[in-house]
């Protein structure tokens, strides 16, 4: 069984197979699936919290790059933002801020990116500090 490849594409086929592995009695091969689940949906988890890490830097940018059309719909996109990056590190301890800090600069230049894109112009922001994107209220005036 060649557990990595059935864990990347269906995280629900992996554990049917595992299921066939114990009814079978064969516990090495459901402990390789088991670990490969594991290590697959920490993937996925990690995958999403980039993801949002990303969404709400780019909200955060256009926050501070367009300050004419902020909106109650921008200050919602951040709050919903870091409220789904709270859920995940609840849902998965592992994915701490640390790796968050880790995976930071990457997610930035994504993040500026993607803003620049729907800004259609340069931003003149260089950088956000933990400050900027976990605890700065971003409220509508």
């Given at each position: ?32 699936g088991i670990e490969e ?41 951040i709050s919903n933002a ?60």
């Open positions: 069984m060649n557990w990595q490849e059935l864990s990347a594409t269906s995280h629900y086929k992996t554990a049917v197979a595992i299921k066939y592995e114990l009814q079978e009695g064969d516990f090495q091969q459901a402990k390789t689940l594991i290590d697959a949906l920490a993937r996925s988890e990690k995958r999403a919290l980039k993801s949002q890490l990303i969404r709400l830097m780019k909200h955060i940018i256009k926050w501070k790059s367009q300050p004419e059309k902020r909106s109650r719909s921008w200050s919602a996109s870091r409220e789904e990056i709270a859920d995940i590190q609840e849902e998965t301890p592992s994915l701490t801020n640390w790796v968050v800090q880790d995976m930071w600069e990457k997610c930035f230049r994504a993040a500026k990116r993607e803003a620049e894109g729907e800004m259609n112009q340069t931003s003149p922001v260089s950088n956000l500090s933990w400050e900027e994107v976990f605890k700065q209220q971003y409220g509508h005036e």
